[in-house]
């Protein structure tokens, strides 16, 4: 079956430096989305993006959170100034269709903000 | 918006003991419906899901789920589990939303298995 990768599994970093998460979606799919899971609570959403452009975020998605696919093959999750509660696991999805298709995630990169 | 809400935070069953892990979501509209596993150390797999048709779905392992639309509910069971069921299930709904359609996941149900 065909895999969402994304780099690194682990990324520590100092609180207040920047961070980027890189994911490789499904070649042929359409929709990306970024979720994250704090230590022991729900997987929450984040933003999902098609054509391109956000069309949904969430309220944890503020200005210090950007996406980007920046070669078309490549979809990226940049946190400008990390904090110590954005620790987390980051997990990208995609999919073929908006409403239709079942997620694939990726495994997941475990950010620890120091 | 749509919102998903497991009513059990921790199970622990031994061997051979039937499952069923409840799951309702509110949202009026058409919603598609998800359960996902996380076995330690892993990523997100999917279970199984129901789009429409047949209420009782069935998905790998053993597992199946019954969409119950009157009360907005969609529970996972299995009749006998295994040690290797050890994870972390979480339901997801999947709705329109005004930016398009997003899949929202609920709390999660940490299952134990004990051998």
């Known amino acids: 079956e065909p895999e969402v990768t994304q780099t690194p599994s682990h990324q520590v970093t100092q609180m207040g430096q920047e961070v980027i998460l890189r994911c490789v979606p499904i070649?042929?799919?359409?929709?990306f989305y970024w979720y994250r899971q704090i230590l022991g609570q729900k997987v929450e959403f984040l933003v999902s993006?098609?054509?391109?452009?956000?069309?949904?975020k969430s309220e944890i998605f503020d200005d210090q959170f950007s996406v980007e696919r920046p070669d078309g093959s490549n979809f990226t999750l940049k946190i400008r100034s990390t904090k110590l509660e954005d620790s987390a696991m980051y997990f990208c999805a995609s999919s073929r269709t908006s409403n239709s298709e079942k997620l694939f995630f990726g495994s997941g990169t475990q950010l620890s903000v120091l | 918006a749509q919102s998903v809400s497991q009513h059990n935070h921790h199970v622990i069953l031994s061997e051979a003991a039937s499952l069923e892990l409840g799951c309702n979501y509110s949202y009026g509209g058409t919603v598609n419906l998800f359960w996902y596993v996380q076995y330690p150390g892993q990523h997100l797999q999917l279970l199984l899901k129901y789009f429409s048709g047949d209420p009782l779905v069935k998905g790998i392992k053993g597992f199946e789920a019954e969409f119950i639309k009157s009360k907005f509910s969609f529970n996972l069971r299995k009749p006998s589990v295994q040690w290797s069921d050890t994870a972390e299930y979480f339901c997801a709904v999947n709705a329109k939303n005004t930016g398009g359609f997003k899949t929202i996941f609920g709390a999660g149900t940490r299952l134990f298995v004990k051998a």
């Open positions: 070649s042929n799919h359409l929709y």
């Open positions: 993006f098609y054509n391109n452009e956000i069309s949904e």
